[in-house]
């Protein structure tokens, strides 16, 4: 899974709007779209600003949620 995809669903999950977190994290919405959809690989710098925006650690952005996501994705390698 990419990382725009993980921005997506934990924004998503957190009930907030891709506009609201454009605008808090300062992007496009845009832009932001084409991170969600895996076109775009933002900056570490505003990969933190997403992070900060949607009240998690970046780190939450690269984790499988759970031990068969990991396994799947190395299945298809």
């Known amino acids: 899974m990419h990382v725009g995809k993980r921005i997506k669903e934990?924004?998503?999950a957190s009930g907030l709007m891709a506009k609201y977190v454009?605008?808090?994290?300062?992007?496009?919405?845009w832009y932001l779209s084409?991170?969600?959809?895996g076109k775009r690989v933002p900056s570490v710098e505003k990969l933190q600003t997403i992070a900060d925006?949607?009240?998690?650690?970046?780190a939450r952005f690269f984790l499988a949620d759970d031990v068969s996501e990991t396994l799947n994705e190395r299945q298809v390698r």
């Open 53 to 58: 925006v949607l009240g998690v650690e970046v």
């Open 34 to 37: 084409m991170i969600e959809n």
């Open 10 to 12: 934990i924004r998503e």
């Open 22 to 29: 454009a605008k808090k994290a300062g992007i496009s919405l």
